[in-house]
C-alpha cells in the first residue's frame, strides 16, 4: 500500500510514502498510531509568509523521519477554482502566485530535510465531482499561467517527486488520463520544465498498460497487483513498450530513493528540532484572519474577563481537519473550552452548544452501552456461508481491514444497552453490500457488493444509514446486526464498514439555542464558533451550498440581539456565507487549526499572538456572485471556460462586490502607507517595488505588503493573449514586522514571469508592450499607493 519493493543486491531498501496534507499520517503499521495535526493548507496560505510554509515542511519532514517514511505526499498545490470544491481547504490560494510560493516552501522545507515532497495532483484536479472520471478541458494560455504555474514552481524547488491526478486532461494538444499524458508529463514536466524525478499515480488512479507506461508515468500505487507488473513485463517483451522507457522509470525511482537515503547514500541530517505543538499552535494563530474588529474596543485590548459563554456547535466539536486523505489522528485535540479554561482560569465558563448542525447522529458509545464489557462478536462467513472465524471485541472503530481473500461476509452482532428515557435513534452507515437489523427486524437491505469507489469518492468516510427509533420507558438491551459483505478495494485491500451511531434523548435544537442565547446574555465575553463539519467539507464530494449547516445563522443573530459584542469564530476551510458579518464588531476565521485549536483561539482572544492572516481566495457575500459557482461535469467534460480570470480576477473583472475580498486581514493594529520608492529593474527583468509603510497602532504588528498590476490596453490587432488579460492580478508580496508608531521599508519582487503571457502560437512566454499600473495596498480592493512602469518588448523601463 505504501512501501516500495526492496532490492537486496542493490542495497535498496523500500522507499515509504505517507499521505500528508495536514500532517504524516504514517502507514498504519503501529496500532494506535498517532500523529502531529497541522492547520489546514489554506490555513498555511493565508499567513501569506514563505517563512511558515518552509518551517512547515521540515516541520513535516520530522514527522515523517519519526513514523520511518521517505515521501510526503504533500503539498496540493492545486487552485481553488470554485469555493464549493471539496478539497477546497487542501489547497492555499486561489491565485496561482501565492499558492506557487507557499508550495514551493513546504517542498523546499520537506527536502532540506531529506524527505521527498510529492506534488500534486498534476493538473487541473480543481473538483470532485466523478474526479477519476471527468475530462477538463482547459486552454494551453490557462492552464501555463494559472494551474501548471505551481507545479512549475516546485520544479524549480527541486521538488523529487510529482503524483499525476485521477482525472483526465485536454489540453488542445492531447486528451488522456493524467496517468497517460504524454504531452504534460514528459513534453511538459520532464522534458520543458527539467523534472528529474518520480512521477507517481494517485492511489489506483491508473488503469491502462501500454499507454501509462509510454505516457511518462514512473509509478504505480498501490500495489500489489493494478495494470502493469506482469502486464507491463509482456508489453516490454511484446515490443508495445521500448525498455528504454522502463530504463528512465527505474533510473528516476532509483534517484528518489538515493535522495532519501534507501540506496547508497545516507539521508540528509535532520536537524529540525523544534517543538511541533509550539508551531502548530503558533502557525495557528497567525493564519487567523480578522474578518472584522471593533477598532474602539477591539476584543483584545479588552479587560480580563469574570464569566465567559462559550456557544456554537464546533464550540463543543470544533472541525480540526478535512475528510479524506488529508486525515491524522492526533494523541489530543485541545478543544476551544480547554484553550479558553487555561487562558483564563479564573473565568466561569459555561459551554452551550445552540444545536447540532450535522445530519448525522454521532458514534454509539458502545464501551459504555456494550453487553458484559464487550462492544462486539464479530462472524467471518466464506462464500458459500460457513463460518471460518468468530471474536469477541472490546471496541470498534467502524472499520475491520486486510481481511484474508476467503472472507465474504462479516457479520457483527452488539447488545446496546438504552438507559435514558424517550426516543433513542439508532443508526448503521454502511457502503452497499449489507442488511441491517434492528431486534430482529431488517431496516436496510443492499444486495451489491462494494468495491474500489466507495473509497475514491469517499462515501465509506461518512457512510449512509437507516434511522430507527427506539422509544425507551425503563432500561432495555437493543439487539444490532449488521451482516456486511466484504468490501474488496483492489489496492486498499479487503475491508468492512460500518460505523454505529446513536442519538440520546435531549432537548430540541430550539431549546439549545435558547440556551446559548441565555448564557451569551449574562456573560462578560461571549464567543460564538460556528462552522463546517465532516459532512460538509471532505475529499470526494463537492459541497452542495456555500450555507453554514443548521441553524448556526440563526444562532448567531439571536446572540448578537442580546450582546452586540460577542466574538464570532468562523471554523471553516473553505468560504462559507456570513449574513450576519456587517452586524458583528469581531469576526475571525480560524480555519481548521489543527490539534491546538483550543489553544490557538485563546491566543487571539487574549491578544497574546497577532492573527496576521490575510484571505487566500474571495469571501462571497451571495452564492450567485460567484464567478464559477461549481464544476460539476457535463456530458464527462469540466469546462474551464474562465479562462485565466480565477477567482478574484473574475471578481475584479466583472465589478461584483464580496463579502470580503481576496489579501483582506485586519490584523491587530493600522498602517499608514506613505511613499513608494521610484521602482528599480533587476538584471533578470523582476521589478523591486520599495514601500514606505508606518504602523500607527499603539501595538507592534505584522504586516503584509501585497503588491497588484493592471495591465496596458492592448491594441485590437495585438495577439489574444495579449488582450485578454486580467483587470487586476497579484504580483508580489512581503511581510514585516513593525513597532507601534515606527515606520519601516520593505522591498516587494515582482517577478518577470507574473508580468508575462502565454502565447500558444509560439508556444513561448510573451512580455506585452505599454504601461503596467503597480497598485500596492493591504487587499485587492484597499490599494493605498500606485505608480506605473513602462514595458517595450522584453525591456522594462522606469517611467
Not at 25 to 37: C, Q, V, Y
Amino acid at each position: 500500500m505504501w512501501r516500495l519493493h526492496a532490492q537486496d543486491s542493490l542495497g535498496l531498501r523500500p522507499v515509504v510514502l505517507s499521505d500528508g496534507p495536514a500532517g504524516v499520517r504514517g502507514t498504519g503499521d503501529a496500532e494506535g498510531e498517532t500523529s502531529i495535526l497541522f492547520p489546514c493548507p489554506s490555513a498555511i496560505g493565508a499567513t501569506w509568509d514563505r517563512e511558515v510554509a518552509f518551517e512547515t515542511g521540515r516541520a513535516f519532514a520530522r514527522e515523517a523521519r519519526d513514523h520511518g517514511v521517505d515521501a510526503v505526499l504533500a503539498p496540493q498545490v492545486n487552485i481553488q477554482r470554485t469555493p464549493v470544491g471539496g478539497r477546497h481547504f487542501e489547497c492555499y490560494s486561489e491565485d496561482p502566485y501565492l499558492t506557487a510560493e507557499v508550495g514551493s516552501g513546504v517542498v523546499r522545507g520537506l527536502q532540506d530535510q531529506g524527505v521527498a515532497a510529492c506534488v500534486k495532483h498534476y493538473v487541473a484536479n480543481d473538483s470532485e465531482t466523478d474526479r477519476t472520471s471527468y475530462v477538463s478541458r482547459v486552454d494551453e494560455r490557462a492552464l501555463r499561467e494559472v494551474y501548471l504555474a505551481p507545479f512549475e514552481s516546485a520544479v524549480a524547488a527541486g521538488a523529487w517527486s510529482v503524483m499525476s491526478a485521477y482525472n483526465q486532461v485536454d489540453d488542445g494538444a492531447e486528451s488522456s488520463p493524467m496517468t497517460a499524458h504524454r504531452h504534460l508529463l514528459v513534453d511538459v514536466l520532464k522534458d520543458e520544465l527539467g523534472f528529474d524525478g518520480v512521477v507517481v499515480s494517485d492511489w489506483v488512479a491508473t488503469r491502462t498498460t501500454e499507454q501509462s507506461a509510454n505516457g511518462g508515468l514512473d509509478l504505480v500505487m498501490p500495489g500489489p497487483g493494478g495494470p502493469w507488473e506482469d502486464r507491463l513485463l509482456r508489453a516490454v517483451e511484446d515490443g508495445t513498450v521500448p525498455e528504454h522507457e522502463i530504463d528512465d522509470k527505474v533510473a528516476r525511482i532509483l534517484l528518489l530513493a538515493r535522495r532519501v537515503g534507501a540506496l547508497d547514500e545516507p539521508a540528509l541530517p535532520l536537524t529540525y528540532d523544534d517543538d511541533l505543538r509550539a508551531l502548530v499552535r503558533r502557525t495557528a494563530a497567525r493564519g487567523t484572519v480578522v474578518l472584522r474588529s471593533d477598532v474602539h474596543d477591539p476584543v483584545w485590548d479588552r479587560p480580563e474577563p469574570g464569566s465567559i459563554a462559550l456557544v456554537g456547535p464546533n464550540a463543543v466539536r470544533p472541525h480540526v481537519l478535512g475528510g479524506g486523505s488529508s486525515t491524522v489522528a492526533p494523541a489530543h485535540v485541545v478543544t476551544p473550552a480547554e484553550g479558553l479554561a487555561a487562558r483564563y482560569p479564573g473565568a466561569r465558563l459555561t459551554v452551550a452548544r445552540g444545536g447540532d448542525p450535522r445530519r448525522l447522529a454521532p458514534p454509539l458509545d458502545l464501551v459504555r452501552r456494550g453487553r458484559d464489557g464487550a462492544a462486539l462478536h464479530a462472524t467471518w462467513l466464506d462464500a458459500d456461508g460457513s463460518t471460518l472465524r468468530t471474536t469477541t471485541l472490546s471496541g470498534w472503530d467502524g472499520f475491520w481491514h486486510d481481511l484474508p481473500d476467503a472472507v465474504d461476509t462479516v457479520v457483527l452482532d452488539a447488545d446496546v444497552v438504552l438507559d435514558e428515557p424517550g426516543d433513542h435513534t439508532i443508526e448503521v452507515g454502511v457502503v452497499p453490500g449489507h442488511t441491517v437489523e434492528i431486534d430482529g427486524a431488517v431496516v436496510a437491505h443492499d444486495a451489491r457488493r462494494s468495491g474500489v469507489e466507495v473509497i475514491l469518492d469517499s462515501s465509506i468516510n461518512n457512510p449512509a444509514g437507516v434511522a430507527t427509533v427506539v422509544h425507551v420507558d425503563t432500561p432495555r438491551r437493543v439487539h444490532v446486526r449488521a451482516t456486511l459483505l466484504v468490501t474488496r478495494a483492489q489496492g486498499y485491500g479487503n475491508m468492512v464498514r460500518a460505523e454505529l451511531r446513536h442519538h440520546v434523548p435531549g432537548p430540541s435544537p430550539e431549546d439549545e439555542i435558547a440556551e446559548a442565547v441565555e448564557a451569551a446574555r449574562s456573560a462578560d465575553l461571549t464567543v460564538v464558533v460556528v462552522g463546517t463539519n465532516e459532512e460538509v467539507e471532505s475529499e470526494g464530494w463537492d459541497r452542495a451550498s456555500l450555507a453554514l449547516p443548521g441553524r448556526q445563522d440563526e444562532l448567531v443573530e439571536r446572540v448578537l440581539d442580546v450582546d452586540p459584542d460577542a466574538v464570532v469564530v468562523v471554523n471553516a476551510g473553505a468560504p462559507v456565507l456570513l449574513p450576519w458579518i456587517d452586524r458583528a464588531r469581531t469576526v475571525l476565521w480560524v480555519w481548521f487549526p489543527g490539534q491546538e485549536a483550543g489553544h490557538s483561539i485563546a491566543d487571539v482572544l487574549a491578544g497574546d499572538v497577532e492573527a496576521t492572516g490575510r484571505l487566500p481566495w474571495t469571501l462571497p457575500a451571495d452564492e450567485t456572485d460567484v464567478p464559477v459557482p461549481h464544476a460539476r461535469p457535463r456530458d464527462g467534460f469540466v469546462d474551464y471556460t474562465d479562462g485565466v480570470h480565477v477567482g478574484y480576477r473574475a471578481w475584479e473583472r466583472d465589478g461584483r462586490v464580496p463579502a470580503v475580498p481576496f489579501g483582506h486581514g485586519l490584523g491587530w493594529t493600522t498602517w499608514s502607507y506613505d511613499a513608494l520608492d521610484p521602482v528599480t529593474v533587476l538584471p533578470d527583468g523582476d521589478l523591486a517595488v520599495g514601500v514606505h509603510l508606518t504602523n500607527t497602532g499603539t501595538r507592534d504588528g505584522h504586516e503584509t505588503v501585497q503588491v497588484y498590476l493592471e495591465a496596458p490596453a492592448a491594441a485590437p490587432a495585438a495577439p489574444v493573449a495579449h488582450r485578454d488579460r486580467p483587470a487586476r492580478w497579484l504580483g508580489g508580496f512581503a511581510s514585516l514586522d513593525v513597532a507601534a508608531g515606527s515606520a519601516e521599508h520593505v522591498t516587494v519582487t515582482v517577478p518577470r514571469r507574473v508580468l508575462e503571457v502565454w502565447d500558444p502560437n509560439s508556444a513561448r512566454w510573451h512580455l506585452p508592450s505599454g504601461e503596467y499600473r503597480i497598485r500596492v495596498g493591504r487587499s485587492v480592493r484597499d490599494l493605498r499607493l500606485d505608480t506605473a512602469v513602462q514595458v517595450r518588448d522584453t525591456t522594462i523601463d522606469k517611467e
